[in-house]
């Protein structure tokens, strides 16, 4: 974006110029504020995390084209994923290194305060055999549809496993083994809401991006 020095960043940020050099010097970033606006300004985030040699070595093994799962798609989802995949909208999220990932908007707000209603959770590939009790995960069973809790095995029965939720209101479901098809691992979220005016614009464009490929998808979908 042509910006040469951190006051001009800061400002695109709209953040205090020596939160610039703190992040320097503890080598981290404001990641969600970097990775929106790249969605937004349609910069490829492998060419902002990655160096040229990283980037066309050993980390080019580990790049994934991520799909993004909305609302409007995620009962067609659950009943036939591969055909529905095609269609689909794929980002690249440089702290994803699974080859099989996924991004599932959330539609309910049994998980607040941690996970916001319409937020977007960014998943890794994972399975029963591996998953820690207490993980946040997305279920996505054919006969069930689709769920974004805790998990647990429950102790009487090794082959049921036990979703809790964060809200109280919300009871824990359980589910058999066999009714699970998909488990992914939550390893960020993207939401709406953010405490900072200039981050809310730069998020709500580029979700304004993701809505245009969501409304081309449901038209595509309408005319199949």
């Not at 703190?22 to 160096?51: A, G, H, P, Q, V």
């Not at 998980?111 to 995960?137: G, K, R, W």
């Amino acid at each position: 974006m042509k910006i040469t020095t951190d006051i001009e960043l800061s400002e695109l940020l709209n953040v205090k110029p020596n939160t610039i050099s703190t992040w320097k010097k503890r080598n981290s970033l404001d990641f969600e504020s970097i990775i929106s606006i790249c969605e937004l300004y349609e910069f490829d985030l492998n060419e902002i995390f990655y160096t040229s040699e990283n980037h066309s070595s050993k980390s080019k093994n580990y790049l994934t084209e991520t799909p993004l799962i909305c609302r409007e798609v995620q009962f067609q989802y659950c009943i036939d994923s591969k055909t529905i995949l095609e269609n689909l909208p794929k980002y690249n999220f440089p702290f994803i290194r699974s080859e099989n990932t996924r991004v599932f908007q959330v539609l309910s707000n049994n998980m607040f305060p941690i996970i916001d209603e319409n937020s977007y959770a960014i998943c890794e590939e994972t399975s029963l055999d591996h998953i820690q009790d207490n993980s946040l995960v997305v279920i996505v069973s054919k006969s069930k549809g689709l769920f974004v809790n805790r998990i647990h095995r429950s102790h009487k029965n090794k082959d049921v496993f036990l979703l809790s939720s964060e809200n109280s209101f919300y009871e824990t479901i359980k589910f058999e083994s066999g009714a699970i098809d998909e488990i992914w691992l939550i390893k960020g979220i993207l939401s709406y809401n953010v405490t900072n005016d200039n981050k809310t614009k730069i998020i709500n464009d580029s979700l304004q991006v993701i809505d245009k490929a969501i409304s081309k998808i449901k038209t595509e979908y309408i005319k199949k």
